[in-house]
């Protein structure tokens, strides 16, 4: 099944028809929605979505970065925050989404598992990214990284704890609907592939769901080969978001990065959901990337 992201921002509700109406005019029958915000019209996106005959393969519950980097209040990337009581208000926020929008039916919910706790986070994320806009070579990045990492196990553990017991919640009461959880976009985030797996092991009712992007952008910063996350986790996959990277730059448009998606292909079984990852409500990304993916074999 092949499907197109469509995401509620700033543009608001025209913003998101417009990306829908793209889609369809770009042969594109189901979607992954995005929402970044609780605070939306909910149920007037559900309906405006339905009078367009939109039929979602995925629902994902999302923040932007700079709110996902303050740990101090809830939000959708929050379900493992350190805080008990922040970690229980996020994993509610996320079932609450998510049963407003449940007359769409989705098949998947795609969550990220948010980021590790630890001091000046938002000052060492920017560090971060300065290394991946220099010219250094992999290993002296990867050194530059590790001091920048420090992270306390013992409270990953906790967070891993809380993030363990939200998720059951979330999967309990949102059942059908199959939870999944994202390839994290930082070194910092809290599912690196050990965690993710302790998580996925301890939760049977939970899955997969790889991005191309943010898998290249860890590897960048001396995390595991892109195929690692794939050939590890290839059980539990369920989707992949099909996004480039450029320099430090994810959620680009497939064939303008750095990935070589043709050695994706092959990794993926006939039932993985594959979504293009696009910002195009004029469609002339959409066009490109998806004869890209085609000429490839993904599509």
Avoid at 70 to 83: E, H, N, Q
Avoid at 158 to 178: E, I, M, N, T, Y
Wanted: proline letters at 5%; charged letters at 25%; aromatic letters at 6%.
């Amino acid at each position: 099944m092949k499907a197109v992201t469509i995401r509620f921002d700033q543009s608001g509700l025209e913003g998101l028809l417009r990306r829908v109406k793209a889609g369809q005019k770009g042969g594109f029958d189901r979607f992954d929605l995005c929402i970044l915000n609780h605070n939306l019209p909910l149920g007037r996106i559900a309906n405006e979505l339905r009078e367009h005959k939109v039929s979602l393969a995925a629902l994902r519950l999302i923040e932007p970065r700079h709110e996902a980097l303050v740990l101090r209040r809830p939000g959708y990337s929050k379900a493992g925050a350190k805080d008990g009581a922040i970690a229980l208000r996020s994993a509610e926020m996320v079932a609450e989404t998510a049963l407003a929008l449940a007359e769409l039916r989705p098949q998947f919910l795609v969550l990220d598992g948010g980021y590790a706790h630890v001091s000046n986070l938002q000052d060492r994320q920017l560090q971060l990214d300065e290394l991946l806009d220099c010219e250094e070579s992999e290993s002296k990045r990867k050194d530059a990284t590790d001091k920048i990492i420090r992270l306390d196990q013992s409270l990953v553990e906790q967070q891993l704890l809380h993030l363990c017991r939200g998720l059951h919640k979330v999967s309990k009461d949102l059942a059908p609907l199959r939870v999944c959880l994202l390839t994290p976009g930082s070194p910092f985030g809290l599912l690196q592939p050990d965690a993710m797996q302790h998580v996925l092991s301890d939760l049977k009712t939970v899955d997969y769901w790889h991005s191309t992007s943010n898998a290249a952008l860890l590897r960048k910063l001396g995390g595991p080969p892109e195929q690692e996350w794939l050939e590890r986790f290839s059980p539990r996959l369920r989707g992949v978001y099909l996004a480039d990277m450029l320099g430090g730059h994810g959620e680009q448009p497939p064939g303008l990065g750095e990935i070589d998606f043709s050695k994706l292909a092959p990794e993926l079984a006939s039932s993985v959901v594959r979504v293009l990852v696009i910002d195009d409500d004029k469609g002339t990304k959409l066009r490109f990337g998806t004869d890209y993916l085609t000429r490839v074999g993904i599509f």
